[in-house]
Each structure stands twice: as C-alpha cells, then as structure tokens.
C-alpha cells in the first residue's frame, strides 16, 4: 500500500519523531547519574548509533522504543496501514539484529533496553549495566 502522504508532509511527521535526547534516553541517563555511573559518551560515532557508549569497557547500550522496535512484551500492530507499518517495524527489527552481530563481531557488549524496562524496573535496568561494568 502507498503512503496516503505526500513526499512532503511524510518528511514532517517524520521530522518530528526525536532519534536521540529521548525521554527513556534521558531517564537512563540520569538512573546511571544517581548511581553515580560515569564514564560514558553519548552520540558516540559507532555503527548503529548506540544511545551510549562505554569506549573502554567497549559496552554499546541502545534504548530502543517498544513500537518501533517491535517490543514482544508490549508491541500492539498498527490497525490502520498495517501493511506499510509492519514493513517499517520489521525493517528496524533486522536492522537491530544486523548492527548487533556485527558490533559483538568487533568486540564490543551490546545491551539493548526497552523503554517500557526504564519505566517499570529501573533498578533491574541499571544492575545490568553495572554486571557488565
């Protein structure tokens, strides 16, 4: 099915959904703050674009929406266009899968949290991350 958008207008919906200095980013950003976890780089250039970056520990952490990366806790299909929302969402799912083989084939840990994880077990959250500091 094709966009019911133009070119134009989908370029600005699109514009308006944040990639990074989300709120789940932020929220975890200050969850390591208050347990005085330091160290880390954010925008860090590094395939796949992880949220954070533990350059030393080589430790990539993406915080991934629960719709957009198709959450299996959380993720309701889309009722409307779903042929053109499921494309979009599983392209991100092998996206993720194809960026996290080869990160762990360079070395480095990859964790990814779902932001409904940050919302609702914030400690189990940051004791991972402190696991594999």
Known sequence: MADVLTPEQRKLNMSHIRAKDTSPEKKLRQMLRDNGIRGYRIHYDLVGKPDIVFVRKKIAIFVDGCFWHKCPVC???????????????????????????????????????????????????????????
């Open 75 to 133: 993720f309701k299909e889309p009722e409307t266009r779903k042929e053109f929302w499921m494309n979009k969402i599983d392209s991100n799912v092998r996206r993720d899968e194809k960026v996290n083989a080869e990160l762990i084939e360079q070395g480095w840990n990859v964790i990814r949290i779902r932001e409904h994880e940050i919302r609702k077990e914030p400690e189990r959250v940051t004791a991972r991350i402190l696991l594999l500091l």
